[in-house]
């Protein structure tokens, strides 16, 4: 957010507020004064000091809507580069009941449907804090893990469907895989002549 340019017609621009809640955010200073309990009704958590229970509340939606708004963009983009999305495909693997794409691109390699499926983490939490401290994209490379792990039986049985997990981390950080689709897409938005 620091290098992007405040362009409002783009929903780039941050209020002084939320500029000055993700600049505390991104140095580890603390947003509250004290503690208390989340303000949404279903959760029981503590809002901390630095609110970081903030970035990972799943009670009123603010994680769905991060998500569904990289998923847009993502299948927008794809959409430009004239690769044929499919958004959320149905029945992509047959009678498991699991959707592992939000989006895909038929014929990604011949015969093969590539499946993307993102998601958000954030390295503050228990399961990453330690070793996202000292190693750059731990968080998102560990959750990326976790969803091939959720998918690969499912995925074993179908050898025409590939799966790519996007990952991205609250401070910025992405997994390798995301990486590897920026790299792509760009590639397919070039001009050709």
């Known amino acids: 957010f620091l290098f992007a340019p405040p362009i409002a ?6 209020s002084s507020e939320e500029w000055s809640a993700a600049v505390a955010y991104k140095l580890g200073l603390n947003l509250n004064d004290s503690t208390f309990p989340c303000g ?24 769905l809507r991060r998500h569904n708004k990289l998923k847009k963009f993502f299948f927008a983009q794809c959409r430009l580069a004239n690769v044929a999305p499919i958004e959320e495909p149905p029945n992509l693997i047959r ?32 399961a990453f804090f330690k ?4 190693e750059p994209g731990y968080a998102a490379k560990k959750y990326a893990e976790g969803k091939r792990s959720k998918y690969a039986d499912a995925l074993a049985r179908d050898e025409s469907v590939l799966f790519t997990p996007i990952i991205a981390e609250t ?6 895989e995301a990486y590897d689709l920026f790299a792509n897409l760009a590639g397919w938005l070039l001009p050709r002549d």
Request: positive net charge; glycine residues 14%; hydrophobic residues 30%.
């Open 171 to 176: 401070f910025g950080g992405w997994n390798k």
């Open 9 to 14: 017609g783009l929903g780039l621009k941050l």
């Open 131 to 134: 070793k996202a401290a000292s």
């Open 95 to 126: 009678n498991c009941g699991l959707k592992p794409a939000d989006w895909g691109i038929p014929d990604y390699r011949p015969g093969k449907f590539m499946a993307f499926d993102i998601a958000v983490t954030d390295p503050t939490q228990d």
């Open 40 to 63: 949404s009704h279903s959760c029981n958590k503590i809002m901390d000091l630095q609110g970081l229970h903030s970035m990972r509340c799943g009670t009123e939606g603010e994680r």
